[in-house]
């Protein structure tokens, strides 16, 4: 009896352990992106987006810096005052769509990637990684208005579901739910397509 007690005792704490290292994993790895808000891939023409890299291993002195169409620079025009937070105001497609992350010295993050449309429909996705076994929720929204619309939901190119509220969910992601996303609205418009990336449960 007492073996088998020790035995659950220590069969519980490895689960705990296990499960505080996975959080942790999950923490440190969203801490390694940039924050962006609206925390979302897709944005309209014109709307402000906000990219952060507060939080980076609780340091000070990081740079946004972005790559559009091939051209690397900072969020700033001056880069003596381009360290803190990156506002964009009135964000324009061809200017502002592209690749985004912090840089303070050798130390980069991960990048995000930003899209910005001049189109009528976006979709809503996650800019960070999902981790397996979560839920996820896509919407698809019109610029003109915020009423439920028909919309379909596609993934890479193929159909996948039919929503009369604008709203796919996910209930637990897997690696096979990594792929390109798209919606469209019925008599409005496809939005364009943004990756939804998986973390594995477990890794390294």
């Known amino acids: 009896m007492e073996i088998t007690c020790l035995c659950i005792r220590l069969l519980m704490t490895m689960l705990f352990l296990l499960l505080a290292q996975v959080d942790f994993n999950s923490q440190k790895a969203d801490a390694s992106f940039p924050q962006v808000v609206p925390n979302r891939q897709q944005h309209f023409e014109y709307e402000s987006i906000v990219v952060s890299c507060e939080g980076l291993e609780a340091l000070t002195g990081w740079r946004v810096m972005r790559k559009v169409k091939g051209v690397i620079k900072t969020c700033?025009?001056?880069?003596?005052?381009?360290?803190?937070?990156?506002?964009?105001?009135?964000?324009?497609?061809?200017?502002?769509?592209?690749?985004?992350?912090?840089?303070?010295?050798?130390?980069?993050?991960?990048?995000?990637?930003?899209?910005?449309?001049?189109g009528s429909v976006?979709?809503?996705?996650?800019?960070?990684?999902?981790?397996?076994?979560?839920?996820?929720?896509?919407?698809?929204?019109?610029?003109?208005?915020?009423?439920?619309?028909?919309?379909?939901?596609?993934?890479?190119?193929?159909?996948?579901?039919?929503?009369?509220?604008?709203?796919?969910?996910?209930?637990?992601?897997?690696?096979?739910?990594?792929?390109?996303?798209?919606?469209?609205?019925s008599g409005v418009g496809d939005s364009l397509e943004s990756w939804l990336a998986v973390r594995a449960l477990f890794y390294s």
């Open 76 to 118: 700033s025009s001056i880069w003596s005052t381009s360290t803190g937070r990156c506002k964009i105001n009135d964000a324009l497609a061809v200017m502002d769509s592209g690749e985004y992350w912090c840089e303070m010295g050798v130390k980069k993050s991960n990048p995000v990637n930003i899209t910005v449309t001049a």
């Open 122 to 185: 976006i979709l809503e996705s996650p800019v960070l990684l999902v981790m397996e076994g979560e839920a996820v929720t896509l919407s698809c929204r019109q610029k003109q208005t915020s009423a439920n619309l028909t919309t379909k939901f596609f993934k890479d190119g193929h159909f996948m579901e039919k929503s009369v509220t604008g709203f796919m969910t996910i209930h637990s992601v897997s690696k096979s739910f990594e792929g390109l996303y798209k919606c469209r609205i």
